[in-house]
């Protein structure tokens, strides 16, 4: 999944996951 992590941090999707730890 990281090397989705670039398209999916753009959905709204990414954002919950990304809370806790945004991915650069």
């Known amino acids: 999944m990281y090397q989705v992590s670039d ?3 753009i ?3 990414d954002k919950r996951k990304t809370t806790g ?3 650069k």
């Open 7 to 9: 398209k999916t941090r």
């Open 21 to 23: 730890r945004p991915k």
């Open 11 to 13: 959905q709204p999707l």
